[in-house]
């Protein structure tokens, strides 16, 4: 069975400093990796995916994430961070042998202060 | 704009009273499914819908029923409600096929049974 790890249930940071939310995946072949945000009292959205091809990932407002195969992360990033990035992120993996079904993992919230 | 629906957005019921949650969405996405998120647990498939007629059990289908008689909707029925069921749901849909697709996530229900 496939799953992910996320390690910290929160992570603080200074608003203007770079962020990291870390992510280990375990897979059996290859992981379709994606990270969604959830801002309070709101649904879960799209942040950026990994398929294939280079490791590094754009997404949206200034976010990336890094995968490392050798090491199965994937983590998220973001260079400068703001206090509106302060929610609750999700790391999530997708089956590949059921369709469309994505596996969460427990979530880290994301706290940046002034 | 492209949306998916959820209503209500909080319930509070009693146990074994019969309850329904609808989820619609606008976006002629093949692939719906339910969540429900608990803290420390992240977000646990409960059904899935790959097309009209279509559906199978998720992780967590214990109580829960769905149907998918429309393409847009995709309700999702608790027969006799219980208070392990008080949680956040989410409804997500997305395109289906070889592809893999980000999901859209509607805005939650919170559901308290007592």
């Known amino acids: 069975a496939q799953s992910v790890a996320q390690p910290e249930d929160q992570v603080n940071v200074a608003e203007g400093n770079p962020l990291t939310v870390k992510c280990t995946y375990s897979?059996?072949?290859?992981?379709?990796l994606f990270w969604y945000v959830q801002y309070p009292n709101r649904g879960l959205q799209f942040l950026l995916k990994?398929?294939?091809?280079?490791?590094l990932v754009k997404g949206s407002y200034g976010f990336e994430a890094e995968f490392n195969k050798s090491q199965t992360s994937f983590h998220l990033k973001k260079p400068s961070a703001l206090v509106s990035d302060s929610a609750l992120y999700f790391c999530?993996?997708?089956?590949?042998?059921?369709?469309?079904?994505?596996?969460f993992g427990t979530g880290t919230q994301l706290k940046v202060e002034l | 704009e492209a949306q998916v629906t959820q209503n209500p957005r909080y319930l509070i019921t009693v146990t074994g009273k019969k309850l329904t949650v609808t989820c619609s969405q606008n976006?002629?996405?093949?692939?719906m499914s339910w969540y429900r998120q608990d803290p420390g647990l992240g977000l646990r498939q409960i059904y899935y819908?790959?097309?009209?007629?279509?559906?199978d059990k998720g992780d967590v289908p214990e109580g829960y029923k769905v149907s998918r008689k429309e393409k847009r909707n995709f309700p999702l029925i608790l027969e006799s409600p219980s208070p392990n069921q008080t949680s956040l749901y989410f409804c997500?849909?997305?395109?289906?096929?070889?592809?893999?697709?980000?999901?859209?996530f509607g805005p939650g229900t919170r559901l308290t049974v007592t």
């Open positions: 976006m002629n996405h093949e692939y």
């Open positions: 990994y398929i294939t091809g280079d490791n």
């Open positions: 999530a993996v997708r089956d590949v042998g059921g369709g469309n079904k994505l596996t």
């Open positions: 819908s790959m097309n009209v007629e279509v559906t």
């Open positions: 897979v059996s072949g290859n992981p379709y």
């Open positions: 997500a849909s997305s395109v289906s096929g070889r592809k893999t697709y980000e999901q859209y």
